[in-house]
């Protein structure tokens, strides 16, 4: 019988449930159970792919190419699994699976209702996702916070998942937020208080309390959580803030969430087996040497935007002992003058070229490149990283002065990147991107193939423009090369042949990388930064 944790949140949104869901998961899956996890998010739109970083954070890509929220990173990370898009659902795509049914007559006479088919719906999917993955234990984490009003479905059909499967199959863990008054320094549970409140006015009673905190919370609040939350004192666990995000399992298991999680689901208790999880952590810990990298980007200011990169350089950095620093560069501070890239560039080791779409800021980006190469700094460039590193060598190496993607300037008299035909016909936006893990052959005696050590591998992608072949014969006469491309021919990888480090990916190397497993090319890249 599968047993199904869901993980609710209350007080605020951004709580890290994500973790939380990720190192429950952890526990579980140390004590030999199979795990899988979901992530609901109850917006309206269908997926993440059309929403803007700055709002939502990263666009995680699956390898069967989902456009899903980032929590589906964490999850991956954590729980070292490949998850597919439908381990992401929405509002939107719920809503449009009902009515799609109602339009082709499969609910024909009855009215369609939130209650029961909207639910159904939603039990449906879930125990559909427990059929297909086979899971022990299969974790659902339910967006936002409890009392929104678009969440409400989902919590409904979370509550008489409960009631069909019995308690001892499906258990709630509610996260809550305990902050701590600057001025008296006492902490609150008020708000906590509220949100169980909210729970059990929908039918829910958690059996397990995450609060969460910036520093560890004390036998007073522990009490105070237990009474308003009707829980027994050893079903409260306090996460608190802690650096690297990988050590919260440790925290919780130290509070012995770990026995409970086993209690309340009915499984055998078997001490979880972390260890090398904890040296990766301590690997992190005990790095030594610090290597200065500039992130390049334009959503700099919400450090989400690029959760998957970050994440990537943390465990490329514990492989080979080295601390990354990361120092941001907003494009659009460039562009206004407010940041010199002189500076930047003689005081980084190296520099990140981060992901994006769109005009603006780019000015700033290619100034950076410029700035960056003549010093013959290591630059890894993610794919409109590398795009912009092309535009930029087009520029000021092979003499195009307005060399461009049609992205940027769509009447460029050098199209040095240029739509795929695939994208030219197209007119829905949503989820017609070249997306998901594909295939790239790696061509012998390259430096990306001293990365893989292999002839043929695969990353994800999410891009709609790609290098113009008609322009590849000008570059590799000034020295650039091609080191990968997919069957079709696209090009997939280029670097500068003679350079230390100099490299191009279209794809996002950053989406397979775990803490155990880093990625070849993050790693390759940081032990570029500390050869300088
Ligand atoms: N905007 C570029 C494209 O669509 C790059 C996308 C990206 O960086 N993910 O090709």
Sequence with gaps: MTKYVFVTGGV????????????????????????????????????????????????????????????????ERFLDVDLSKDHNMTTGKVYLRVITKERRGEYLGQTVQIIPHVT??????????????SADVVLVEIGG????????????????????????NVVFVH?????????TGELKTKPAQH??????????????????SEKPIGPEARRKLALFGNVRIDEIVNSYDVDPVYDVPRVLMEQGLDRVLARKLGLEYRSPDLGEWLEFVERYRSASKTVKIAMVGKYTSLRDSYLSIIEALKHAGAHLGLRPELVWVESTDVELGKLDVESVADSADGAVILPGFGARGVGGKIEAIRALRERGKPVLGICFGLQLMLVEFARSVLGLDKANTTEVDPNTPHPVVDLLEE??????????????ALPIRIVRGTLA???????????????????????????????????GASPEGYVEIMELVGHRFYYGTQAHPEFKSRPLRPSPVFVEFLRSLARS
Excluded: C, W
């Excluded at 996260?175 to 001025?183: A, I």
């Design 175 to 183: 996260v809550v937020l305990v902050p701590r008054l600057s001025t």
């Design 12 to 75: 605020l949104s951004g709580l890290g449930k994500g973790i939380t869901t990720a190192s429950i998961g952890l526990l579980l899956k140390g004590m030999g159970n199979s795990v899988t996890a979901v992530k609901i998010d109850p917006y309206v739109n269908v997926d993440a792919g059309t929403m803007n970083p700055y709002m939502h954070g990263e666009v995680f890509v699956t390898e069967d190419g989902g456009e899903t929220d980032l929590d589906l990173g964490h999850y």
């Design 423 to 436: 994208q030219k016909l197209l007119e829905v936006k949503g989820g017609s991107m070249r997306l998901g």
């Design 449 to 483: 193939h001293r990365i893989y050590g292999t002839d043929l591998v695969y990353e994800r992608h999410r891009h709609r423009y790609h290098v113009n072949p008609r322009y590849l014969d000008k570059f590799e006469a000034s020295g650039y090369r091609v080191s």
């Design 145 to 168: 916070t409890v009392g929104d009003i678009e969440g409400l479905p989902f919590l409904e059909a979370a509550r008489q998942m409960r009631l069909e499967e019995g308690p001892a």
């Design 195 to 212: 949100s169980f409140q909210e729970l059990r006015r929908i039918g829910i009673q958690p059996d397990i309390i995450v609060a969460r």
């Design 120 to 133: 159904d719906e939603i039990k449906a999917e879930i125990a559909e996702i427990a059929k297909r993955t």
